[in-house]
Structures are given as C-alpha cells and as structure tokens.
C-alpha cells in the first residue's frame, strides 16, 4: 500500500487488512506506524466497543463504516471514513487520478464561482495531470449555438461546465487523459549481441596493446646498442637508399652535354 493505491482501497477492504495484520502483530508492529501514516491521508480511523450503541449510531451518521474485530484493549470495532473530496483544495496529485471529469467540474463549480482561471497555477496543474482542460469565455448566443463549441467538445468526449459572466459564458471543457504504464525494458533480447561486441572490443584491446608491446621492445633494444653498433645499423639502412648519382655504363640523351662540358674543363 501506498500514498497513490490507498485511495482505490474501500473501507471494508481496509478493515479485513487491519484486522489481518493485527493478528501477525510480531510483523506488523516494525511497519504499523508506516502503514497506518498512508492510511490516515485517506481514511479517518476510530476504534470502540461494539456494544456502545449510542458511539456506533453517533459515527454512522457522520459517515463512518463500523466493523467488528478481535478484542484489543478493551474495543472490538473499528470505524472508518474516506475523507471526502470537498473542495478545489483537497484534490492531491494522488486522488486526481480517482475523480471523474464530472465530479472535478462539480468542485470548480462549487469553488465561489471563480471559474478556471480562479484557481490556483498549482491547483491547476494537478487536474491537468489527469485531464485534458480547456476554457474559452464567449458570448451567451455564440457559445451555445447549435453546432457550436459546447457540441463539438461534446463530440470529442469533454464534459463542460457553463459559468455565467454577465451577457458571457465561461466554458470549461475537461477530458480525461489516457492512463499510461511504464514500460519495462527488457535487456536480456541484445545480450548476445552485446557479448559480441565486447568480445570484439577486447580483442581490439589486445591487439593495440601487443603493438605497443613490439614498440617498447625495439625502443629497448635500441637503447641497449653501443654507439658502434648503431652507426652500422644506420649505414645498412643507407645501402637501402637508391643513388641517385647517373651511371656511366647507362648514360642518358640529356647527360651528353653535361659531359662535353667536363672534357672541354679537362683540357
């Protein structure tokens, strides 16, 4: 039980709940001040002596349910009364959902004749957590024209509530809004994918870090030559360079004039 269920539980069922829990009062007394705090947001509770006639008529007439239950400190009833939605001010964000369109028109109705706009911005957004609302302020003739606006918010399922504003109507149209579940996700349908995946970003891993492995072992090794040793390394890294020098064996078209040039020097 919570502080938004509580109130779809009726009395006689929470009585058979009470009388349940009382009597595994080992488990009950650890949560028994928890439960029974939800409960008096909703319900006011009496204990009595059944056989009080005159304290059993006096609670039923002000709407209180008697019922019997096992002796306990000297009462053996219990009465219980839902607190009644009165006015604008007791709806919760908890019993909103509860309410009929109708029975929240009736509240603003009641409500000094404030209309819609006379509520309160927090007042509002808790019916509007529940309703879909409208308010339009119109001429008497315009407003409820046949084919007007009062019949095609009609149409669309709202109920209405006509305020009188002089020569002027104050339209209020409300709706319900649909009841929606949470969804619950169920992760375990890409698992195997999932696992792939991973499996695949390990190895990714793995092979960045033999990389880097092979790197650290040439740097190493590098590090440990003597200077001899590393100038022989680069000298054959050198015998791998092409020269670029032209070979006389293979001497081209355009390199017979650089060599009349080198006789006419020699002589």
Not at 2 to 14: D, I, M, Y
Request: proline share 2%.
């Amino acid at each position: 039980m919570n502080k938004g269920n509580v109130w779809t539980v009726a009395s006689n069922e929470l009585s058979q709940m009470i009388i349940d829990a009382k009597k595994r009062r080992e488990e009950f007394a650890e949560s028994e001040k928890h439960y029974m705090n939800i409960i008096k947001t909703v319900f006011d509770i009496q204990y009595l002596r059944r056989e009080d006639a005159e304290a059993v008529n006096k609670l039923e007439q002000i709407g209180y349910e008697v019922y019997s239950t096992p002796d306990e400190n000297g009462n053996n009833a219990i009465a219980i009364r839902k607190h009644p939605i009165k006015k604008v001010t007791d709806l919760t964000l908890e019993n909103i959902q509860h309410l009929t369109a109708g029975e929240v028109l009736d509240l603003i109705a009641h409500n000094m004749g404030n209309g819609w706009k006379g509520l309160s911005l927090a007042i509002q957004d808790i019916i509007e957590s529940a309703f879909f609302v409208d308010c339009t302020i119109m001429p008497e003739k315009t407003m409820r024209k046949e084919g007007g606006i009062i019949d095609r918010r009609k149409d669309d399922g709202y109920e209405v509530l006509e305020i009188e504003r002089g020569t002027w109507i104050e339209g209020i149209f409300m709706k319900p809004k649909p009841k929606v579940e949470k969804v619950h996700i169920d992760y375990s349908i890409d698992d195997e994918e999932d696992g792939r995946r991973r499996r695949r970003k390990s190895m990714d891993a793995e092979d960045d870090y033999v990389d880097e492995e092979e790197e650290l072992e040439v740097e190493e090794e590098e590090e440990d030559m003597d200077d001899e040793e590393l100038k022989k390394l680069d000298g054959e890294e050198d015998e791998e360079i092409e020269d670029d020098e032209p070979d006389e064996n293979n001497i081209q078209i355009e390199d017979i004039d650089a060599i009349d040039d080198i006789a006419e020097e020699e002589e």
